[in-house]
């Protein structure tokens, strides 16, 4: 079943590691949401169901949306879809948003789970990235959310910085645990072209990221995450039993979805469709009866879909299916089973039933394995 992904770009302030799309004046936030809700009835028919499972608002920053605006969401989408009753509905939030009474306001709305983007409980580690958001809120947040009774959190942390010793990695871990957060997304930091952070690294004001204490952290992770009962079901995700996330699961599994607001990205099954990541020519677009001019579209060639799906694939537990392989033809087939050949060898990837799967030691080299296995 097919998921929504509404694109919310403002931020209060630039993160220096980010190169998501946002801007960080408001001005043009009600024009930007009069124009997602004249594109969710535009775009209506892109999804081959009109049954929905999940919607995600992601960002920027979800939680500077009002009650009403939320609401005004979903008044739009119950005209075109039919929404699961128990679809999941996650609202990425910043910690410093997350007050009693905007978790209030949040409880009278259809959002059932909240993904916090906590990324440390360390002091230096929030000034280093400038997170809005300091130390005691990133703590103070969830208990609200859970006395609120939002019972499906997840938390995003970062690892790797170079304020982030193994010490304070192994504490944040340690402090989070200690809360009923069943699901969690863990990212190594990297240095994207455009940012704050890039320059800083360029001109020497801060060090360059070191990859081994990346890695060193990253194996903690998996040993600390699994060791209280979290299942490491994707690269940079964990989830209690029961506790995946579905909308991004759907992502993972190749299932359609529909992207909604400057620089959302959908997927139809066959082709890829980006949104223009400008808010102000985004809003224009819309302004007009019938908008165009606001996305472009790459029709995937086989080849493109075979990278694909072997590329998200083996971040995943499920791994890349023989039949799935086939489905697409002998040549893809045959090239994956001989270039796995050397991975299975090694004890990089293992093989279970029709279904190929990196190894714990391999989960350290996914990128470089999914690169050495395309077509
Ligand atoms: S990390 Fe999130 S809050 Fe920070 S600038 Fe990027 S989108 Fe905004």
Redesign the pocket.
């Known amino acids: 079943m097919a998921g929504i992904y509404f694109h919310i770009p403002f ?5 220096h ?2 190169n ?1 799309h ?1 801007s960080t004046s408001l001005q043009l936030k009600e024009s930007v949401i009069d124009g997602m809700l004249k594109e969710i009835a535009q775009r209506a028919a892109y999804l081959p169901d009109k049954k929905v499972s999940s919607i995600y608002f992601g ?3 979800p939680s500077l949306l009002t009650r009403a605006e939320i609401v005004r969401f979903f008044e739009q989408l119950h005209h075109f879809f039919d929404i699961e009753k128990d679809a999941e509905i996650t609202l ?1 939030a ?1 910690p410093d948003d997350l007050s009693k009474a905007y978790l209030e306001e949040l409880s009278q709305t259809p959002v059932n789970r909240l993904s916090i ?1 906590i990324q440390s409980f360390k002091e230096e580690d929030l000034r280093f990235m400038n ?2 958001h300091n130390a005691a809120e990133a703590m103070v947040c969830i208990d609200n959310a859970l006395a609120m009774g939002f019972e499906s959190l997840t938390v995003d942390l970062i690892y790797g910085a170079p304020t982030t010793s193994d010490k304070d990695w192994a504490d944040n871990l340690a402090t989070i645990f200690e809360y009923p957060v069943n699901h969690l997304s863990c990212y190594a930091l990297t240095v994207e072209e455009k940012t704050a952070l890039h320059h800083f690294v360029k001109t020497g004001k801060v060090p360059a990221i070191q990859e081994e204490k990346a890695a060193r952290q990253f194996e903690y992770l998996i040993a600390a995450a699994t060791a209280v009962g979290f299942l490491h079901y994707e690269i940079s995700n964990f989830a209690q039993p029961g506790h995946f996330a579905r909308h991004n699961s759907s992502y993972w599994q190749g299932e359609p979805y529909l992207g909604i607001g400057p620089g959302a990205h959908s997927y139809d099954g066959h082709s890829r469709q980006w949104n223009v990541a400008n808010n102000a020519r985004y809003a224009k677009a819309f302004q007009a009866e019938t908008a165009t001019d606001f996305f472009e579209q790459e029709t995937l060639s086989i080849e493109d879909r075979y990278n694909e799906y072997v590329m998200t694939g083996l971040r995943t537990i499920w791994g890349v299916e023989q039949t799935t392989l086939a489905a697409m033809g002998p040549s893809f087939e045959g090239h994956f089973i001989s270039n796995a050949q050397q991975f299975l060898e090694e004890g990089i990837m293992l093989k279970e039933g029709s279904h190929y799967r990196l190894s714990a030691a391999g989960r350290l080299l996914a990128d470089g394995v999914a690169a050495a296995l395309f077509y």
């Open positions: 931020c209060k302030q630039a993160c590691y980010c998501f946002f960002g920027g920053t990425e910043n983007g997170r809005a």
